[in-house]
């Protein structure tokens, strides 16, 4: 098993690139079901500014930031307890590996956001899109988690690991 060290330097590989991927997405969605492209990242600032957020249209350093650095810290979490469970077997850096694990960390995520963790807390995404858009958001989540997997098989390789 990894250390946390190796865990939270291969997280933050890996969710760097799921953190890109969808807030990709986010904005697209955004703009398409709410005609703000930062609304659904505004959104997630709401455990820090209570409902204001989730109607919060424009860019500001008060909810976009806060939203993508929230949004991008709990990637970056997901991605390193990955990391730390399953990711120091060399196979979890595979095509096919990678892809389960994505899948596996972002439905973990989903399921945590969700179903555990009180309302506040949740990333607030259900009050500015659609299911099926919350739905692709998560598979976002899980190409990029996926790709972050990959890339770091792909530097272990450059590196002789």
Do not use: C
């Not at 989903?110 to 807390?121: F, T």
Request: proline letters at 4%; aromatic letters at 8%; charged letters at 15%.
């Amino acid at each position: 098993m990894p250390t946390w060290k190796i865990a939270l330097r291969e997280g933050a590989i890996a969710g760097t690139v799921a953190t890109l991927s969808s807030t990709a997405l986010l904005a697209a969605i955004g703009r398409r079901e709410s005609g703000s492209a930062v609304a659904p990242v505004n959104a997630v600032s709401h455990w820090l500014w209570g409902d204001e957020s989730l109607h919060a249209d424009r860019a500001d350093l008060r909810h976009t930031l806060t939203g993508f650095a929230t949004h991008h810290l709990a990637a970056v979490f997901w991605a390193s307890l990955y990391s730390l469970l399953h990711g120091h077997r060399g196979e979890a850096k595979t095509p096919m590996q990678a892809v389960a694990g994505g899948i596996a960390t972002s439905a973990v995520a989903y399921a945590v956001d969700y179903h555990v963790v009180p309302r506040r807390l949740t990333p607030g995404w259900e009050h500015r899109m659609a299911p099926r858009s919350l739905a692709a958001t998560y598979g976002s989540l899980a190409v990029g988690f996926a790709l972050g997997a990959l890339l770091l098989g792909a530097l272990d390789r450059r590196a002789g690991v």
